[in-house]
């Protein structure tokens, strides 16, 4: 069974600049996360999923992050400006539904740095 | 709000050293408790899960036990490997608030 997959792995941009980051989670996973993991930190969740209606969006900063999950499956973040301080890793996770919020599996991530 | 500590690390030991990591929490009520395990250039995965005071989870020769009179539930292994090397975090399932929070994660790193 594949994994939780995440896409580009390493990005790098200028403030200022967009970004976005994809993640197909593992098939048939109807829960989705969102996390940020900040260097020395643990993930902490920026907005949760429930098919394709955001649950739990209490963390992100929306005045500069969207997120969209469209058709229930994928999944694609966005920062609109980046500033230095979203440098992070972004992780990606997914559990086989709400009952079992607490069975993740996360993808490998993406490094974004902004320089 | 809920929360986990860690010890911090680095910690370094030499292979068949015997680890531990301690961890502990605050939580209203009762929650999950878990450590995961990141590898270099992967995503977390999960090592091992108690749900329940008392309760030991084990896997891969790494245990550990839910205590719930001193909150904690610290991360062990007899004898660990070099490709034991990662960062271990802990975690606990929050039922009050429906998400997974994490400590800040420990580091090992283990020497031939």
Known sequence: EAGVVQSPRYKIIEKKQPVAFWCNPISGHNTLYWYRQNLGQGPELLI????????????????????ERLKGVDSTLKIQPAELGDSAVYLCASSPNSGRQYEQYFGPGTRLTVT | GDSVTQMEGPVTLSEEAFLTIN????????????????????????????????????????????????????LEKGSVQVSDSAVYFCALWSGNTGKLIFGQGTTLQVKP
């Open chain 1, 48 to 67: 949760r999923y429930e098919n394709e209606e955001a649950v739990d969006d209490s963390q992100l900063p929306k005045d500069r992050f969207s997120a």
């Open chain 2, 23 to 74: 961890c502990t929490y605050t939580a209203t009520g009762y929650p999950s408790l878990f450590w995961y395990v990141q590898y270099p250039g992967e995503g977390l995965q999960l090592l091992l899960k108690a749900t329940k005071a008392d309760d030991k989870g084990s896997n891969k020769g790494f245990e550990a036990t839910y205590r719930k009179e001193t909150t904690s539930f610290h």
